[in-house]
């Protein structure tokens, strides 16, 4: 079974810069989750899509991230504009059961 | 408060060594627990579940007490290679569908 992919795998950019981060979960999984690691941070939630629905934005920072999962499979991230505290692994997980998550490699970026 | 605490760390054993890990939260709605492990610029890995009898995986066990919302983790006979960052999660129902909170994790470093 291929895994989640993510790209790019790293990103430098300067501060008010764009950016967009890809991720194709698990074929057949409904559920995709986009978290952001801060270093020594655990994982956070930013938002949760039901196959092409929004189900959890709540800590998605609305003014300046946003992610849309068009037809229900692969999703992209988008920062605009960036700030240095963006700087973090953006990981984008899925799961068929919503139980069982399978996390990409991740995206980590650097802002300026 | 934070959702899920976890001490930090570091800990810093020698092989051998028998180590355990502490993790508390808040919602005591939730249902399900894990532990997850993320090495050094890897992303997190499902380490074992967490039931309310207790389980164990070879030289690993997971307890949970519901009452306290304490969870924790034991490695016995520790090996260099369970070097890493051990990050507690807990499964939350939040508008009908599951999310995964994450502690900001311990991490562990075996010594030879």
């Known amino acids: 079974e291929a895994g989640v992919a993510q790209s790019p795998r790293y990103k430098i950019i300067e501060k008010r810069q764009s950016v967009a981060f890809w991720c194709n979960p698990i074929?057949?999984?409904?559920?995709l989750y986009w978290y952001q690691q801060i270093l020594g941070q655990g994982p956070k939630l930013l938002i949760q899509?039901?196959?092409?629905?929004?189900?959890?934005d709540s800590q998605l920072p609305k003014d300046r991230f946003s992610a849309e999962r068009l037809k229900g499979v692969d999703s992209t991230l988008k920062i605009q504009p960036a700030k240095l505290e963006d700087s973090a692994v953006y990981l984008c997980?899925?799961?068929?059961?919503?139980?069982?998550?399978?996390f990409g490699s991740g995206t980590r970026l650097t802002v300026v | 408060r934070k959702e899920v605490e976890q001490d930090p760390g570091p800990f810093n054993v020698p092989e051998g060594a028998t180590v355990a890990f502490n993790c508390t939260y808040s919602?005591?709605?939730?249902?399900?627990f894990f532990w997850y492990r993320q090495d050094c610029r890897k992303e997190p890995k499902l380490l074992m579940s967490?039931?309310?009898s207790g389980n164990e995986d070879g030289r690993f066990t997971a307890q949970l007490n519901r009452a306290s919302q304490y969870i924790s983790l034991l490695i016995r006979d520790s090996k260099l290679s369970d070097s890493a960052t051990y990050l507690c999660?807990?499964?939350?129902?939040?508008?009908?569908?599951?999310?995964?909170?994450f502690g900001a994790g311990t991490r562990l470093a075996v010594h030879p």
């Open positions: 997980a899925s799961s068929l059961d919503s139980f069982s998550y399978t």
């Open positions: 074929s057949g999984h409904a559920t």
């Open positions: 899509f039901q196959n092409n629905g929004v189900v959890d």
């Open positions: 919602n005591s709605a939730s249902q399900s």
């Open positions: 967490v039931y309310s």
């Open positions: 999660v807990v499964n939350e129902i939040s508008g009908g569908y599951n999310k995964l909170i």
